[in-house]
């Protein structure tokens, strides 16, 4: 680093030379891409706080993380999740899982804990299931006589 300026002088000079452009022409033209301070930082080999550093002192509005990490509009991530929606339909009643733990005055996750462990009918009805043995004295039985 540049002890004056505390800049990694040698490799942005390697970057400004290949380039033809200046560091901060380069994060503007990445910032009209929407890459993030993240992906910066990763194509550039730098420091991503010396990028953020760059973005503040050059009023550069960039987005901090990468690019793919975005996603879709809101109304597109809603209709995925509709689309991956399980409905459940036990008594005439078809219910969301979500909407069947409320209806049971569970968490969701405890609702998906029952229904990897648990038969349907017992998750949905709120009861645990009988297990064999469970709660009981066990008897050893004598080996049949010959």
Sequence with gaps: ??????????????????TGHSIVEILR??????IGTVEAAERLR?????VYKLCREHEIKMGTGR???GGPPAEAREAAAEARRVLVTMGGKTLSIADWAEELGIT???????????PLENVLAGKAPERAGYGTKRV???PAEA
């Design 46 to 50: 730098l420091s991503r706080s010396y």
């Design 29 to 34: 033209m990445m910032a009209a891409r929407r």
């Design 108 to 118: 969701y996750a405890q609702m998906r804990w029952r229904l990897a462990r648990w």
């Design 1 to 18: 680093m540049d002890s004056k300026k505390g800049r990694p002088s040698a490799k942005l000079e390697r970057i400004e030379q290949s």
């Design 140 to 142: 050893k039985q004598a």
């Design 67 to 69: 690019r793919g990490k």
